[in-house]
C-alpha cells in the first residue's frame, strides 16, 4: 500500500505542463509518466477509483484519490503479487465501503477507506466484469468454454459465489449469457441477461432476452428470439439498461422491451454498432442515448421510439455520462473530449486531448474510452493512458 502522492510534472516525459489546457482543471501522472491502460473510474464518497494496467508489463492495480485533492490515498495490487493478474474488468460494485473487483476467474472485496484486502475468491472460471445491487454482487462464469453458462450471485461481505441461473449447451451450437443488469422497480430487485445460441458455420443465431426476479428467486419471463438485421448484426445486448419500465438493448439497431411482458414494443436498425468497446447505451428520464461507431450520437423515446436528435460525435467513443442536463464523451477515434445538451443534441464544448502531439514522443496520448462524471460537481475524470485528467465545464 502507498500513500505518497505522484508528482503532476515529468521533466523527463517532454510536455510542456506550462501551457493552461482549455477546461482541463487537473492532472497527474498514473504511472510515472509510462503509457498504461485504465478501465472506467468510480466515485465514492470523496473518493475517486482508478483501475489501472501497464501497457508494456501488463501489471495491473488500482489507485484511490480524494476527489478534491488529487491525493493518493491507497494502491492495491495484491492480484497481481499473487497471481500474475492483469488489469481488470470494466465494472465493479461499491457497497457499504467495500469495493469488489474482478479479474477473470479471481474475485476481491476491498476496504475502500484503506485499500486493504477484506476477502478474496478464486474460481475455477470466471468473466472479468462484476455488476451488483445493494449487498449482492453477480458475474458471469463458463464451466466449459462456449458451453454451459452460469450466472452466480455473492454477497459483497464474502464473496461466496453460489450459481442462480445456468444455460446448457443441448445440442452443436455454442451457448452464451451476457452481463446481467441489474435494477429496482415497483420495490422488487431484477437481473436482465441475454441468453444465446450460435455457431460459425453456417453462421446462425438466436438470441433472448431474459427478466429474472432477484426477490422472488424465478425467471419472469424470457422473450422471442430478438430480431436481426442480418446474421452478421452481432448479438445484442452488452450492458442492458433500464428506464421507466423499458429495458433496452442494442447492437446495430436499439430495443425496447416491456418489463411485465417481455414484449418487443419497437426496435429500430441503423448498422455499425451502438455497443462498441468503451460505449453501450445509456438512459434516464424517458429517454435512451446511444454513440453510433459510424460517428453519430441519437436519442429517441424511450416508449415510442422516436428519434429525439442525431448529432455528429466521435466514432469510436467512452461511455456516455450525464450531469445538470449536459452529456459528456470522449472520442478515441478524433481524440476530443465532446459535451452536449441532453436534451436537444446541440455541441456546447469540442476540446482536443491536452498533451497528444502528432509526430512526436507524444503522439499516443489519445483520450482513453473511459470516463465518470461526479453527479455532485460535474467534473469529469478520464486518461489520456499517462495522466488522470479532471475536466470541469462552465
Known sequence: MSCVKQESTNPSDGIDYSVDKPFLKEKILLNNGELCYAENPLIDGDNVIYFIEDEITGKGWINAYDKHTLELIWTW??????????????????????????????????????????WHQKAESGQSTLTGIGDKIFKNTHEVFNADAN??????????????????????????????????????????????????????EHTWLNLYSLTEDRVVWQSDTIPLHHVLSGTPGRHPVFCDGQILIGNGGVYSYDIEDGRLEWWKHYGNT????????HAQDGIVYGNNEDGYLAAWDVHTGDEIFNVESGGLCSQIQICDNKLYQTSYSKNVFFVYDSSTGEKLYE????????????????????MVVDPETCLAYTTDKMHLLVYEFE
Not at 274 to 281: E, K
Not at 358 to 364: A, I, L
Open 77 to 118: 495490487n495484491e492480484a497481481h503479487q499473487q497471481f500474475g493478474a492483469k488489469g481488470f474488468g470494466n465494472l465493479s460494485h461499491i457497497h457499504d465501503g467495500i469495493l469488489c473487483v474482478t479479474q477473470s476467474n479471481l474475485s476481491y472485496g476491498i476496504d475502500i477507506s484503506n485499500g486493504n484486502t477484506i
Open 151 to 204: 450466472l452466480r450471485v455473492a454477497s459483497t461481505e464474502d464473496g461466496v459465489w453460489s450459481e442462480l441461473y445456468s444455460v446448457y449447451q443441448d445440442d452443436s451450437m455454442s451457448v452464451q449469457m451476457k452481463t446481467a443488469t441489474l435494477f429496482e422497480w415497483q420495490g422488487k430487485e431484477y437481473a436482465t441477461f441475454i441468453t444465446s445460441k450460435w455457431q460459425p458455420f453456417p453462421s446462425i
Open 274 to 281: 451502438f455497443v462498441g468497446l468503451g460505449s453501450y447505451l
Open 351 to 370: 476540446v482536443n486531448a491536452p498533451y497528444y502531439e502528432r509526430f512526436t514522443e507524444n503522439d499516443r496520448l489519445f483520450f482513453e474510452n473511459v
